[in-house]
């Protein structure tokens, strides 16, 4: 596929060799410094946020910078020549990183959707995969969504039989437009396990929120849980008894006050805040998340307007304060009672990591309550480890899975 079909000129060519290898052809026939600085430009304009760490990564852009190198300018002299390569360079290693990531990513396999009523709720389920093959249940985290593991499954090399809930008040999932309770969403996933795997032991893998109900829900019920792999999912922050009367007046504030969403003009405005918030989100996968995180409806601009719109697919209740206080040490003697493999994967620059470096022996002395327990850890990669890096989350979890 030509990228510009425009004679005699710089004709980037984009072919793939495999699926993860990209082969950059590049001819040249005559022409001037000014057309070949203006082609460069275009090529530019095709993409502009393309960040170091997918440049240098891409196979198809080195491939691209070695063409780019040998292509050369009648009629100019050497100077000149390289005072233009050295402009131009990056500009066009940023517009073919653009393709090379386009052709680099998977093709997505399909999800279907079912919708199950449990504990009075209606709760949508996404699922991929061979319903015959053995089954994996992955659960979302606090505002995220099922369609977000999508990345992930794309990546996955034996063949699984996934099933991926919306927690209530996410997504496709009925939303209560009242506060939520934390222990709703263990009586659910009870509720999932038994409507999908009424005997037996499971196999659960999940992000944030997902995974530490994953984890209690192992402690709770252990004959349940075949084998348990949390990314990010390590409990929060503990409390002590005395932020109890703030927390109780934020609750009776929270009453009379609901949340609410932010509104976006249109969901490439929302995907530009997905990659402000997550720095190694590619503009492909932004893109793709804003039309699964985001749906039509009304919120507030920042003067506090409100506007019809594009918003997060979420109850805004779920922003609410709980009025109990997070006790860690009940959820250190639920782990306790684990007793299945548990996965720790955190992502190197996670700032959850970085809020437990704050507090010396936190870390340690929760992962000390499972029995068996080992951990590890992703580079480039934030809390968002299966929107950063889904290819390597995709191997930890079929290495922890297939060898249990």
Same mark, same amino acid.
């Given at each position: %596929?030509?990228?510009?079909? #425009? ?36 090529? *530019?304009?095709?993409?502009? &946020? ?37 402009? =131009? ?58 369609? *977000? ?6 990546? $996955? ?35 999932? $396990? ?49 932020? *109890?009367? *703030? ?7 929270? $009453?009379?006050?609901?949340?609410? %969403? ?39 601009? #920042? ?9 997060? =697919? ?51 002395? &929760? ?28 191997? $930890? ?8």
């Amino acid at each position: %596929m030509a990228l510009f079909s #425009r004679t005699q000129l710089l004709d980037p060519m984009l072919c793939l060799g495999s699926r993860r290898t990209i082969r950059v052809r590049l001819k040249t026939q005559q022409a001037t410094g000014r057309v070949r600085t203006g082609i460069a430009r275009a090529l *530019a304009g095709q993409m502009r &946020r393309i960040t170091r760490r997918e440049i240098h990564r891409n196979p198809g852009v080195n491939a691209a910078i070695d063409a780019f190198d040998q292509v050369q300018t009648p009629g100019l002299g050497r100077s000149h020549q390289q005072d233009m390569d050295s402009h =131009n360079r990056a500009n066009m290693l940023r517009s073919t990183a653009f393709f090379a990531e386009k052709i680099r990513m998977p093709p997505m396999l399909t999800s279907r959707s079912e919708t199950l009523d449990l504990n009075g709720v209606r709760l949508h389920i996404r699922r991929w995969g061979n319903p015959n093959a053995p089954t994996l249940f992955l659960l979302h985290g606090w505002m995220d969504i099922s369609a *977000a593991f999508q990345f992930v499954v794309d990546e $996955l090399k034996q063949e699984w039989n996934i099933i991926a809930p919306d927690w209530r008040g996410f997504g496709p999932s009925q939303w209560l437009h009242r506060p939520y309770y934390f222990v709703e969403h263990i009586g659910d996933l009870d509720a999932i $396990l038994d409507h999908y795997a009424p005997t037996g032991k499971v196999r659960l893998a999940g992000h944030s929120m997902g995974g530490i109900i994953a984890c209690l829900y192992a402690g709770i019920r252990p004959e349940r849980v075949d084998s348990v792999l949390t990314l990010e999912g390590f409990g929060i922050a503990p409390t002590t008894p005395d932020m *109890a009367p *703030a927390r109780y007046q934020q609750w009776l504030d929270v $009453l009379k006050t609901p949340p609410r %969403m932010h509104v976006y003009g249109d969901r490439a405005a929302f995907s530009s805040r997905l990659q402000r918030d997550n720095r190694f989100l590619t503009p492909q996968r932004a893109e793709f998340l804003a039309q699964h995180l985001a749906c039509k409806g009304e919120g507030y601009d #920042r003067h506090g307007v409100k506007k019809h719109g594009i918003v997060w =697919n979420g109850d805004p209740w779920h922003k609410a304060q709980a009025a109990y206080l997070f006790r860690l040490e009940e959820s250190m003697a639920v782990w306790k009672k684990v007793t299945c493999p548990v996965r720790w994967v955190a992502g190197r620059q996670s700032w959850v990591v970085k809020e437990y470096a704050t507090r010396p022996g936190d870390w340690e002395a &929760r992962q000390q309550c499972f029995a068996k327990v080992d951990e590890l850890w992703i580079d480039e990669a934030d809390h968002m480890l299966h929107y950063d890096q889904p290819e390597e989350v995709a191997r $930890l979890i079929e290495e922890f899975f297939l060898r249990i």
